[in-house]
Structures are given as C-alpha cells and as structure tokens.
C-alpha cells in the first residue's frame, strides 16, 4: 500500500519583517500565497525512514534525516508512541531547491500527511499544525494552502478570503540563497542604515490593509501594486543580479514582480493565462534565469491523491 500526497509552493505576497528576537527569529506580517506548483510525496511501507528523490534539483536534495520529510515522518511517529516507524518517502520534486518557495518545508507537511494516512492515525489538523510549526516557521502554511496571513515567526496563521484564481510566473536562478543568511543580510542592511535590527529598534509589521482588499476582491491589478517584501532588498544585495530578472519580466508586461520569501527564485504576477504564458517565454529568452514556469493559485494544502 502506498499514499501520494500532492503539496503546493508559496510565494510571500506581503512579507513584513519585524526586528531580530532573542530566540534568533524575527516577528513577520507574512502573507502566504499557495501556488499549483507543487511536489508529490509517496509513502510506501518500508524498513526505518528512508528517501529518495526525483526530478530537475534531486541532486542537490539531502537524503538523510536534515531532510523535513525524514524528520516529519519521525516526529509524527514520536507524537504517536510508534518506537519504531517503517516507511520509505519518495520526494517528486518541482519547487525549486533553496529558492524561497518553501520546497523543504512543503515535503515536511506532505510526509505528515502521507504518514499519518499510510499508518491509520486519523491525527486531528490542529495536532498535525503543532507538529508542523515544530519542523519550521512555513511548514503549518503548506498543510493550510490557500492564502493566509502568518504571524509570529509565521506558524500562526489565520486563513484569509481570497476573491479568484491569480496568474504567476516564477523565473528560477541558478543556485540557491541560505533562508538565515538572508535574514541576516536583513539586520545588516538595518543596522548600516542607523535603524537598528532587534525588536526593540523595529515596529512589528502588520498586513497592509490595501493588499487585504486586492486578494478579497480578486483584483490582479491592485495585489501587483501591494506586492512587497522586507527581505527582497538582502535577497538582491547577495544576489544583485536578480535586479536583471525581475526587469525582465516586468518588461515582458508583468503587473507587479517581487523576490518570492527570501528568494533567489522571483516572481511575477500576470493579468490572465495568456500574459503568464508569454511572460514565463520571455523570461526563458532573457537568459536572466535558469528556468520559468506559469503557474497559478490560491491551491488547497497538502492533500492525499490516492492510496
Ligand atoms: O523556521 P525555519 O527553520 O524555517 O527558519 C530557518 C531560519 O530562518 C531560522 O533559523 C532563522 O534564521 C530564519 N527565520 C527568522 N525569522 C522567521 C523565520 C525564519 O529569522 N520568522
């Protein structure tokens, strides 16, 4: 018996990032977006946990227990007093490795799910949510999808109206961005520009009430001109050609074009399917990036396919 559970990539629509907590995270105004581009993950009956992984990045994916989804599935087992969990996960992965889409994070919450169907646990959501903001700040949004407003470090999440389907375009760079590095490279850009970085120096963010109304409404035109990302000046500073890329979609008709979390991958937002198709064709043209995919959303959470 096997279970395959589908999960989608987010992109941040609004990230607000607060100062620097004596826990070593910042407070967010993070607004999850969740995006049909997605991972499958497949959990056969095995001996211990083991992975493996397919598809364009699978090189460069950890296969031991860093991996969320070998951690996800121990966790689960822990929680559930199985001393001894047997289960084999295979990771079809789409969402770009280390690109700010939360690839790692959505295999976790998928391998939670897969876990718990393939064992017969019937764990109630809120217990899975736990155990999700236990393996990482953006693993409770991928077993949510949708669109939700995270705050704290992100694992607090309200779900938030959403008034139609929005066209994306995600251009994926070569290579990655380390998610703490660029927090930090965050504080550094503070603290050089005499703001300071600690939550004392810096309000707590909160949504913006104009991008709020620009997804209740469904209109593309206004969710472009919200579009913001406190990160996305750290992510261009260790990464300035990235300035290339989001010039490239945006001139290839673009509404709105921001770094997706704490990138490198970019993405643009487009008017229909038809601008998505030509944007992701331009981008591939503009040798800004190593890949483009059109996509859209907002998706459900990781969900079982069939078993
Ligand atoms: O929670 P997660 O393991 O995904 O976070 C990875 C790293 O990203 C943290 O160790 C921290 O450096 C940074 N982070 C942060 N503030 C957040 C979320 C993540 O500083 N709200």
Known sequence: MSVTVRVPAKVNVQLGVGGLRADGFHDLANVFFAVALGDEVTATAGTGV???CSGPDAAVVPLDDSNLAARAARLLATHHGIADPGVHLHIAKA???AGGMAGGSADGAAALVA??????????LDTLLELAAELGSDVPFALLGGV????GRGEILEALPVGGTFHWVFAVADGGLSTPAVFRECDRLRDEAGTGSSDTDVTTPDADPALLAALADGDVVALAEALA???QP????????????LRAGTEAGALGALVSGSGPTCAFLAKDADAAAAVAAALRA?????????TYGPVPGASVLGS
């Not at 750290?234 to 890329?245: F, H, K, N, Q, V």
């Not at 503009?286 to 059109?294: E, L």
């Open 50 to 52: 083991t992975l493996t």
């Open 95 to 97: 969402i770009p490795v």
């Open 115 to 124: 876990c718990d169907a393939l064992w017969g646990l019937d764990t109630p």
């Open 148 to 151: 939700a407003l995270g705050r």
């Open 229 to 231: 990302n406190d990160l």
């Open 234 to 245: 750290a992510a261009l500073s260790l990464r300035p050609a990235l300035a290339d890329t």
């Open 286 to 294: 503009s040798g800004t990036c190593r890949a483009a995919h059109a």
